[in-house]
């Protein structure tokens, strides 16, 4: 008889702590979890896609480089001086809207944007294969396209 009353308590007190336990636990509804896939994460190279352009790049040049993966940067520096001596060849006045960043993909498939800056120095950066050749000038662009610094 022993064992059974000792079956007995051990499952009254089992019982009662669950009871307890029960009792005691907060039955308010908890807020779901949300999915993780529909979190807005951020990455760190998103942060150096806001950062101002190479102030060492010389005055009047104009680069081209691989920026990430699938990206290119055109960065350029134009003295107001070559600007102010080109713009005067033409005779026209001397506004920063006429500022046109040409891009000029080569191969097979030739393509010409013409991007309008406004902007003596400065960076653009565009979507690019690895496996494709593009130059680039800067120019300005009243009836015809000009180019004043060129790659």
Same mark, same amino acid.
């Given at each position: 008889?022993?064992? =059974? /009353?000792?079956?007995?308590?051990?499952?009254?007190?089992?019982? /009662?702590? /669950?009871?307890?336990?029960?009792?005691? /636990?907060? =039955?308010?509804?908890?807020?779901?979890?949300?999915?993780?896939?529909?979190?807005?994460?951020?990455?760190?190279?998103?942060?150096?896609?806001?950062? #101002?352009?190479?102030?060492?790049?010389?005055?009047?040049?104009?680069?081209?480089?691989?920026?990430?993966?699938?990206?290119?940067?055109?960065?350029?520096?134009?003295?107001?001086?070559?600007?102010? #001596?080109?713009?005067?060849?033409?005779?026209?006045?001397?506004?920063?809207?006429?500022?046109?960043?040409?891009?000029?993909?080569?191969?097979?498939?030739?393509?010409?944007?013409?991007?309008?800056?406004?902007?003596?120095?400065?960076?653009?950066?565009?979507?690019?294969?690895?496996?494709?050749?593009?130059?680039?000038?800067?120019?300005?662009?009243?009836?015809?396209?000009?180019?004043?610094?060129?790659?």
């Amino acid at each position: 008889m022993t064992p =059974l /009353l000792f079956i007995s308590l051990t499952t009254a007190v089992l019982v /009662l702590l /669950l009871y307890w336990i029960l009792s005691t /636990l907060d =039955l308010q509804e908890r807020p779901k979890r949300k999915d993780p896939k529909s979190y807005h994460f951020e990455t760190a190279q998103e942060l150096f896609k806001y950062l #101002e352009p190479d102030t060492d790049l010389p005055f009047d040049s104009i680069k081209i480089a691989q920026n990430r993966s699938g990206y290119r940067i055109v960065t350029w520096n134009l003295s107001q001086e070559k600007w102010e #001596e080109r713009i005067s060849e033409r005779a026209i006045e001397p506004d920063e809207r006429f500022i046109i960043l040409r891009l000029e993909k080569k191969g097979r498939m030739k393509r010409i944007y013409d991007i309008p800056v406004g902007k003596l120095n400065g960076s653009y950066e565009f979507k690019a294969n690895n496996n494709e050749s593009w130059t680039a000038s800067l120019g300005f662009k009243d009836d015809t396209y000009e180019p004043i610094l060129t790659l």
